[in-house]
């Protein structure tokens, strides 16, 4: 069922069910009483990435407080989507923006990993996750992706899930077509690893390249920016083996 895009949409980090009464917070306050400007018994919609999206209406018990009534479910919850997505941290602009083009394209993990070239530092949570929220706000998505914390290349590596394939974006490979080593996998559970904007290290390439889980795809002959890298490959995995095919 294709998301309502008349509607506001909401995520509120509670239970919803019909009936309830749920209190606006301070920001969710000003966004829907002063930038909206939205009227006693105006409808939208409320997700919380458990139980679905529901139709509810506003009301203004006082003038300092809104309540939202869920009336009923409009869309039911989704699984999170198999595709994990892991990016080395870059400044914090562009990494606010490849967050929320990761959560566009449909992955269901967000992970950040340090590697040797790391050029930003790592974002607070709270930030990144705020940049999920939104993202998953303004495009229809119910399956709010988790959001990990920051690990280092080779623990993560030491302690990957071997069933879930990891495709990571080689700027060195020589071929540039990345259809026929995708074409490849047989996996279902896949991650994908956009390196920093130095690359990665010799070292790190090596320790790849040895993993039986690992497959190295190029995005042919261009050099790309880390953050229209993630979403040049999203797209192709996505287009190729992924949930559009």
């Known amino acids: 069922m294709r998301a309502n895009y008349r509607l506001q949409r909401l995520f509120v980090d509670v239970d919803l069910a019909a009936g309830a009464s749920i209190e606006a917070d ?3 306050f000003h966004y829907l009483a002063h930038v909206i ?4 018994g105006s409808e939208l ?3 919380n990435g458990r139980d679905g999206e529901w139709l509810a209406r506003l009301s203004y018990p006082t003038r300092k407080k809104i309540t939202l009534e869920p009336v009923e479910q409009t869309r039911p919850q989704p699984p999170l989507p198999y595709l994990s997505y892991l990016f080395a941290p870059l400044k914090t602009g562009r990494m606010d923006y490849m967050v929320q083009k990761a959560v566009e394209m449909g992955v269901g993990r967000i992970q950040p990993v340090l590697t040797q070239h790391v ?3 790592p974002a607070k949570s709270d930030r990144l996750r705020a940049n999920i929220i939104e993202a998953a706000e303004q495009c229809g998505v119910l399956a ?11 623990e993560l590596m ?4 071997a069933d879930r394939r990891l495709i990571f974006c080689d700027e060195a490979d020589e071929h540039q077509n990345p259809v026929t080593a995708l074409g490849e996998i047989k996996e279902k559970k896949l991650a994908l690893l956009i390196g920093p904007e130095g690359g990665f290290s010799d070292e790190e390439r090596a320790l790849l390249h ?3 889980f ?7 002959p261009r050099i790309l920016r880390a953050d229209t890298a993630a979403v040049a490959a999203l797209a192709v995995i996505q287009a190729t083996i992924g949930d559009w095919k």
Do not use: H, S, Y
Not at 37 to 40: F, K, T, V
Not at 144 to 154: A, F, Q
Not at 158 to 161: R, S, V
């Open 214 to 220: 690992v497959t190295a795809i190029p995005l042919g």
């Open 45 to 47: 919609l409320l997700f």
């Open 144 to 154: 709010v992706p988790d959001l990990d914390e920051p690990v280092k290349l080779p």
């Open 26 to 28: 301070k920001n969710q």
């Open 37 to 40: 400007r939205a009227d006693e």
């Open 158 to 161: 030491e302690n990957w899930d």
């Open 210 to 212: 040895e993993l039986p």
């Open 119 to 121: 050029q930003g530092k």
